[in-house]
């Protein structure tokens, strides 16, 4: 069964940093992609960054330069290092996970994925 759970959520000044992780268990193939989403209230979701098995990332426009995704597979994990928080990250940030994907990063930053955590949130505060 396949488990995403996120952790690092909490509220910063702008200009703060914060770190998220996600915990993922239950996947059997060496091919995937897994990312970050992130969804405000009163938004649509929108894809922040996102990560494949061979390395390749894609993020954001909103986040380029800030924002920077990486994995540990020894550990199972996704990271989302954020840096230089604005009050309009604010959002609920959602881990997700596709096995075995047929496209590349850029695919599913915008169409999503089919395995989701329950979410982290991050405030920040101006």
């Known amino acids: 069964q396949v488990q995403l759970v996120e952790s690092g959520g909490g509220s910063v000044q702008s200009g703060g940093s914060l770190r998220l992780s996600c915990a993922a268990s239950g996947y059997t193939y060496s091919s995937y992609c897994m990312g970050w989403f992130r969804q405000a209230p009163g938004k649509e979701r929108e894809g922040v960054a996102i990560i494949d098995s061979d390395g390749r990332i894609a993020y954001a426009d909103s986040v380029k330069g800030r924002f920077t995704i990486s994995q540990d597979n020894a550990k199972s994990t996704l990271n989302l290092q954020m840096n230089s928080l604005k009050p309009e990250d604010t959002a609920m940030y959602y881990c997700?996970?596709?096995?075995?994907?047929?496209?590349?990063?850029?695919?599913?930053?915008?169409?999503?994925?089919?395995?989701w955590g329950k979410g982290t949130l991050v405030t920040i505060s101006s």
């Open positions: 997700a996970a596709t096995d075995r994907p047929r496209y590349g990063p850029d695919y599913y930053l915008n169409y999503g994925m089919s395995d």
